[in-house]
């Protein structure tokens, strides 16, 4: 059974920082794309970023090219997103998701099989 477990949400004032870290177990990080997405109140869950199976691609969405960055630890079986400059439109609850093997690059979001239960992340201003 693949499980993904969100952690390190909270409440930061604009301009702060935040590490998000999704633990997977039942499956490596390494077998597929990993994902990063977010939903805010009344709006669609979105793409945020991707790694790639090889770890050698990389998607961010243009909102937040420059101030976020995904990276994977293959020994721990983790993927983080260090999010960094945050702004109120951050708010939202962020979900950690796998893509299908040998899924398309970058994934749609169909193809993302597994989610986490998501982790609250609000940005005050």
């Known amino acids: 059974q693949v499980q993904l477990v969100e952690s390190g949400g909270g409440l930061v004032q604009a301009g702060g920082s935040l590490r998000l870290s999704c633990t997977a177990s039942?499956?490596?990080?390494?077998?597929?794309?990993m994902g990063w997405f977010r939903q805010a109140p009344g709006k669609e869950r979105a793409f945020v970023a991707g790694i790639s199976r090889s770890g050698e691609r990389l998607y961010y969405t243009d909102s937040v090219q420059g101030r976020f960055t995904i990276s994977r630890d293959n020994a721990k079986n983790t993927v983080a997103l260090q999010m960094n400059t945050l702004k109120p439109e951050d708010t939202a609850v962020y979900y950690c998701?796998?893509?299908?093997?040998?899924?398309?690059?970058?994934?749609?979001?169909?193809?993302?099989?597994?989610w986490g239960r998501g982790t609250q992340v609000t940005v005050s201003s």
């Open positions: 039942g499956r490596t990080v390494s077998s597929s794309a």
């Open positions: 998701a796998s893509s299908r093997v040998g899924s398309e690059w970058p994934p749609r979001l169909s193809e993302f099989t597994y």
